[in-house]
């Protein structure tokens, strides 16, 4: 049974930094692109940040100076750390992970929830 377990979310204020974690299990990450989507009330699901299993990285504009995202194949597990939070960052971050091997074969995490505000 694979599993995507997303931690890290809260609320912080804005300015402030956070560092979202996905552990995979069932899964050799290593064979995933590992991704970070998020879906602000009333948005659609949108990409914050992506890394290939040869660590090449993709980021929305909209974060790509405030954000890192970095993988440990070792822990089956990837991170991403957010700086300078704003409130338009506030949304439920999922995690996702796309099989390299076959065409649309991919798996979601449940979710958590960014709250930026003061």
């Known amino acids: 049974q694979v599993q995507l377990v997303e931690s890290g979310g809260g609320l912080v204020q804005p300015g402030g930094s956070l560092r979202l974690s996905c552990a995979a299990s069932g899964i050799t990450s290593r064979l995933y692109t590992m991704g970070w989507y998020r879906q602000a009330p009333g948005k659609q699901r949108e990409l914050v940040a992506l890394i290939t299993p040869l660590t090449s990285t993709t980021y929305a504009d909209s974060v790509k100076d405030r954000s890192t995202i970095s993988r440990d194949d070792a822990k089956n597990t990837v991170y991403l750390q957010m700086n300078s939070l704003k409130p338009e960052d506030t949304a439920v971050y999922y995690c996702?992970?796309?099989?390299?091997?076959?065409?649309?074969?991919?798996?979601w995490g449940q979710g958590t929830q960014v709250t930026v505000s003061s």
């Open positions: 996702n992970a796309d099989d390299v091997r076959v065409r649309g074969h991919y798996y």
